[in-house]
């Protein structure tokens, strides 16, 4: 296909795409290297990392964890839709106070952008929901423990050693030549959209990569944390992060940052699918047989998002591509 439909500019492996949620891999990673060090245990109370109290106000008693924000349990619901629409905008914007107190006058009732629509009615670690805004918290814990930037700290501990040069959260390190153009299918043609930035969601959404690169950060959780030599987690915080850490029987098995089901083939997958204005990605592993699929598009049907139509199609073609490899290798 072509990442610019207009001048007929072919994609390559080495194109750059826009990755929505499939960021929240990385963005998993990079807290789960802090884990390795002893710096927290995934059932500590993050009020005690927080310079904010972080409690769901319907259950203001009941501690909210590591564990249950990289699981999507900690009972955000994440549905203030204001600010969401809002840190969407063309190029590479800053929102002043992001992260801090940005975060707090969200989560925390009185501030600025709270809304009763933020938390759920569930106790943490009841229910999955879904929440970007929980990324970009585990983000902020990066920085807190880390003491550096997110961005730089992603950059000097995962994209440098897996030799991810081109690969940011930020639009201004790229070559604005090598990212796919987003766009949207609509009324029978295609709507160019700008190249654009989600500041108060960009540990969740902004990641651009492409599939020669991100097949070193994939090839490294196939090889329990290595990529060509170069060791970014050890074997049982891999494991750690492709199980699901509650009830194996719910519908949406999630384990800290990483997608769990056995839908396409049968056998187990570990993965994560990511859908934004002019981009869908789709990226799963089969560690039963060491075969990863990594599926890349800057188009989103805005006519069929609303439906399971796109997302049926484009499972249908990652389960052809599955098959073609099983094909190949044997």
Known sequence: GYYDIENQKPAT?????????????????????????????????????????????????????????????????????????????PGDPDVKGFPDPWLK????????????????????GDAYYYANVGYSLIAYLVELLSGQNFNEYCKEHIFRPLQMDQSSFRLRDHDIDDIAIPYEHKNGGYFRHPHYGIHILHPSITLRTSIEEFSHFIIAFMNGGVWNNIRILEASTVALMHTAHFSPDDKYNYGLGWTITNKKIGKDEVGHSGGYVGVHDLVTIIPEDDIAVLLF???????????????????????????????IIS
Request: proline residues 5%; glycine residues 4%.
């Open 13 to 89: 492996t080495d194109t750059l795409y826009l990755q929505a949620s499939v960021s929240k891999t990385v963005t998993a990673t990079a807290l789960m290297q802090l884990y390795e060090q002893g710096l927290f245990e995934l059932d500590d109370d993050l009020n005690d990392y927080l310079p904010f109290v972080f409690r769901n106000p319907n259950h203001p008693d009941l501690p909210i964890t590591f564990r249950m924000l990289l699981s999507h349990r900690s009972s955000l619901a994440d549905d203030n839709l204001y600010w969401i629409c809002l840190s969407y905008l």
């Open 105 to 124: 006058e969200y989560l925390t009732p009185g501030g600025q952008g709270y809304s009763s629509s933020t938390w759920s009615q569930e106790k943490p």
């Open 297 to 327: 598009s800057n188009e989103l049907d805005s006519e069929l998002i609303a439906s399971k139509t796109e997302r049926k199609a484009f499972n249908g073609i990652d389960k052809a591509i599955f098959q073609k490899a099983y094909r």
